[in-house]
């Protein structure tokens, strides 16, 4: 996943289900919602942690664009996996 991956996720958990959110958790929500795609997990539940919320990520909504800084602020860089 990327950082990028992660951004969109949280923006998409903002306007669609009005929960304001970082990027980390953003990132928690992307790579949850990859898991339950894959057939083993169908029928199942699986929870995931919000670890933390949008406010210092403010900036990074000024620009209404999917693209995040090669390093956001707080959160370690990711590799494509």
């Known amino acids: 996943?990327?950082?990028?991956?992660?951004?969109?996720t949280a923006r998409?958990?903002?306007r669609g289900q009005g929960v304001f959110v970082g990027v980390s958790s953003g990132a928690a929500?992307?790579?949850?919602?990859r898991l339950v795609a894959k057939?083993?997990?169908?029928?199942?539940?699986?929870?995931?942690v919000l670890p933390d919320t949008g406010e210092r990520y403010l900036?990074?909504?000024?620009d209404d664009t999917d693209t995040a800084p090669a390093h956001t602020?707080?959160?370690?860089?990711?590799k494509e996996h």
């Open 29 to 33: 929500v992307h790579a949850c919602a």
């Open 39 to 48: 057939p083993e997990y169908a029928g199942r539940t699986v929870v995931t």
């Open 73 to 78: 602020p707080n959160t370690p860089s990711r």
């Open 12 to 14: 998409e958990l903002a």
């Open 59 to 62: 900036s990074l909504w000024q």
């Open 1 to 8: 996943m990327t950082d990028a991956d992660a951004l969109h």
